[in-house]
């Protein structure tokens, strides 16, 4: 009896975005600003509700469930929590198969050999077949996870906040696994994270999401070195500082709270938290600006 009109979150707004092949795109952000959505909408595990998604020239949004079908196992994910994502009732070898069976992958004879194969391919020794998913340890599981993503011989694969739940020791030996294997097997990665320290040892390009937007885009050693985006420079600046003669410099602070994705800001969406806001800023929406290579949605980037 209450109810009022009904409210629209825009999770993601007006993205435009190229990803190339072989390389690491990573998109950071805070928690909540449309990173996993925009991941899975470019699986179309999630529908866009307007764009185009293309892959190798082709509009994934226009296809059909069975060409869409044909060209999923091209397109893969890794998912964030590797405890959640394994189906507990089924053994390891079941997990790795399901893809290849859901795909034709060949005999029964075949799919276990590329289960072996898979296992060996993750660092794992084929006795792992037999085991459940508890069994193993959350680096093991995660591996488990690569090895599914990768059954298919996939090119382009999602990787959602795929290290964020491992100990650190742990991350590392992972990171250097999916960089052996981008080598070994010519993948592209798109690689969710809000761990800024990762980003600078593993991407290629960076794009930094705010509220659903994408408000710069570089490489990884142009966005660290040169932030063009308050916003970036804000994140960057946040990062703990090894060396102890800089912790008491006084650094940049946000202001303010996070808008509401239900009820967002005129003009530009970081204003209400921007150190360097101006009129302008509170009344128009810059849009994303191609400036030397990079993109920046800003009306005064640093640079200036």
Do not use: W
């Not at 600003?33 to 185009?52: D, I, N, Y």
């Not at 694969?157 to 030996?173: N, T, Y």
């Not at 003669?245 to 204003?271: Q, V, Y």
């Amino acid at each position: 009896m209450f109810a009022g009109p009904p409210r629209v979150v825009r999770a993601i707004d007006g993205v435009t975005l190229d990803i190339r092949a072989r390389e690491t795109f990573a998109l950071v952000g805070e928690s909540g600003c449309g990173k996993t959505t925009l991941g899975r909408v470019m699986l179309r595990l999630q529908e866009p509700t307007s764009g185009t998604i293309r892959y190798r020239g082709t509009d994934l949004t226009g296809l059909g469930e069975g060409p869409m079908r044909a060209l999923r196992k091209n397109l893969q994910i890794v998912f964030q929590d590797p405890f959640a994502s394994l189906n507990p009732r089924m053994r390891i070898g079941e997990i790795l198969a399901e893809p290849l069976r859901s795909h034709g992958y060949g005999t029964p004879a075949e799919i276990r050999d590329r289960c072996t194969e898979l296992l060996e391919m993750v660092g794992l020794r084929r006795q792992y077949l037999r085991n459940y998913p508890h069994q193993l340890s959350g680096g093991q599981r995660q591996r488990i996870g690569i090895a599914r993503a990768l059954a298919n011989k996939p090119d382009f694969v999602v990787c959602d906040e795929s290290v964020s739940a491992l100990d650190v020791s742990i991350q590392a030996q992972v990171l250097n696994l999916l960089s052996d294997l981008q080598d070994q097997l010519k993948l592209t990665y798109f690689f969710i994270t809000h761990d800024l320290a990762v980003v600078r040892q593993f991407a290629d390009r960076v794009g930094v999401m705010f509220l659903g937007r994408l408000v710069e885009v570089g490489t990884t050693e142009e966005l660290f070195a040169r932030p063009l985006h308050p916003y970036t420079m804000l994140l960057m600046s946040a990062v703990p500082r090894p060396d102890p003669r800089k912790r008491g410099e006084d650094r940049p602070m946000m202001r303010g709270e996070i808008p509401s994705p239900m009820n967002l800001p005129k003009g530009c969406r970081f204003h209400t938290r921007c150190p360097f806001a101006r009129d302008i800023c509170r009344v128009e929406d810059p849009g994303l600006q191609t400036l030397g290579g990079r993109a920046v949605a800003c009306h005064f980037p640093l640079e200036d």
